[in-house]
């Protein structure tokens, strides 16, 4: 056993045991508001969880808010995977879409050029 000026270290941290045990984690209305204000604070207005995926970050967390903002902070990147990806498939959508739009403009005019010989064709047996 150390002692320090007038504390004595094992003393403290039995104190400071105590005082963790002590602690409780945040109900789950806590919990909810502890995420919204968390969202406000950085300027987000929207909402970016529906109360279920609340109510399983909280219970996952039991309550402990460090756990809360890594499963937040874990769900919100997941999101932006997905809207990447769906952008990307989106963009790989608009661009077969554009793509296909270029084959059918070759089409017709194609089309329009066999038309137009077809045309100068009879004109030339009509004569």
């Not at 320090?4 to 005082?19: A, P, Q, V, Y």
């Not at 508001?33 to 406000?40: A, W």
Request: hydrophobic share 35%; with cysteine.
């Amino acid at each position: 056993m150390m002692k320090i000026g007038f504390l004595n270290i094992s003393d403290t941290r039995k104190e400071i045991w105590h005082m963790i045990k002590r602690l409780e984690g945040l109900t789950k209305d806590e919990g909810k508001t502890y995420i919204l204000e968390k969202l406000k604070g950085v300027g987000c207005n929207q909402t970016i969880f529906e109360d279920a995926a609340i109510e399983a970050i909280l219970n996952a967390a039991d309550g402990t808010p460090r756990l809360i903002n890594k499963y937040c902070n874990a769900s919100m990147k997941d999101m932006c995977k997905a809207k990447d990806l769906a952008g990307s498939i989106c963009h790989e959508e608009e661009s077969a879409s554009q793509e296909l739009s270029l084959v059918v403009n070759n089409i017709r005019k194609e089309l329009e050029n066999l038309q137009a010989e077809k045309r100068n064709h009879v004109k030339e047996i009509e004569r």
